[in-house]
């Protein structure tokens, strides 16, 4: 895994040994590989309606073709579990980049404080939710801030995804989201942006260096340029309000032959590099860039 990626703390649960198999689900369909096999990525589409994704309701509109699905995809292994990562949608999950004067040390008072400050801004039970989260910067002197980055999901929800899995043989030791996934494919180069679209959600992140300073998951009604500037604008403001720079590169995921167009707008408009996001395993697109990403951590 790269260092530098902020899903190498919030993964905690690599430590163990790699999973035997990895694999990232969208409304599309299911993109999967074997870890020690890294190149040979298979995606399995899936009908329309089977997956909802939200962060407020159960993902899983038709569970059985879900899980008849996965359990086609698994190999024969007796009755052996064979331990898995799964790479959810990034709307199913609330991320965010939050500052404190002062961070307790306790992880129990941690986890406490996180659910206190996201309690408004989530639309599941903050109370039970699964909680991510790393401590990415505390800044030097009285007044720092402390930086910490948080990445929760409604417990249903998970337990949800997982059932299937679980009923197919798999034992699902670490969960994600697609684009903290994909992370581990951008470089740290100044300020950076990840622009991602995955079906008719938008996914913008911002990078420091190595240190995520903002994210943001938007619904969109048909992911149209429009909609898509109308998300970027504030955020370049942002950068160059609250970072004092302008952003140096934009990562495009997703937007198979409007990139060329969109990278010589996005160009024109703001100075930036604009390129498409890179894999050594293929080009990533909207429903696979986190599992390839993933990979790529896995390897490095």
Same mark, same amino acid.
């Given at each position: ?238 950068? &160059? ?5 302008? /952003?140096? #590169?934009?990562? +495009?995921?997703?937007? $198979?032959?409007?990139? *060329?167009? %969109? ?5 024109? &408009? ?5 390129? /498409?996001? #890179?894999?050594? +395993?293929?080009?990533? $697109?909207?429903?696979? *860039?986190? %599992? ?9």
């Amino acid at each position: 895994m790269t260092a530098h990626s902020p899903m190498t703390s919030l993964a905690s649960l690599l430590k163990d040994p790699p999973p035997a198999y990895a694999f990232e689900l969208s409304e599309a369909g299911i993109a999967c590989a074997r870890v020690t096999e890294p190149a040979k990525i298979n995606f399995t589409p899936l009908a329309p309606g089977v997956l909802e994704i939200s962060p407020a309701h159960d993902n899983l509109r038709q569970p059985q073709v879900l899980q008849e699905t996965i359990h086609a995809l698994a190999p024969p292994n007796g009755h052996r579990k064979r331990r898995a990562a799964l790479i959810l949608p990034d709307f199913c999950a609330r991320v965010a980049v939050l500052d404190f004067d002062n961070f307790p040390t306790d992880p129990h008072e941690q986890i406490a404080l996180l659910r206190f400050r996201m309690k408004k801004s989530v639309p599941f039970d903050v109370d039970t939710a699964i909680v991510s989260y790393v401590v990415q910067a505390r800044g030097a002197g009285a007044r720092a801030k402390v930086e910490v980055l948080a990445a929760l999901m409604g417990s249903e929800i998970v337990a949800h995804y997982e059932a299937p899995f679980r009923s197919a043989g798999f034992h699902p030791g670490m969960v994600t989201t697609s684009s903290l996934a994909a992370l581990n494919l951008c470089q740290p180069e100044g300020i950076t942006m990840l622009v991602k679209i995955g079906g008719r959600v938008l996914s913008v992140l911002v990078l420091d260096g190595s240190t995520l300073k903002l994210a943001r998951c938007v619904e969109t009604d048909a992911a149209r340029p429009e909609e898509i500037e109308a998300v970027l604008h504030p955020t370049v403001a942002y950068i &160059e309000d609250e970072l004092k720079a302008k /952003p140096q #590169r934009i990562w +495009l995921c997703g937007f $198979g032959s409007e990139s *060329a167009e %969109l990278a010589r707008q996005w160009n024109a &408009e703001w100075g930036v590099a604009v390129e /498409p996001l #890179r894999s050594h +395993l293929g080009a990533p $697109g909207g429903n696979d *860039a986190g %599992l390839r990403g993933y990979l790529e951590s896995v390897a490095a």
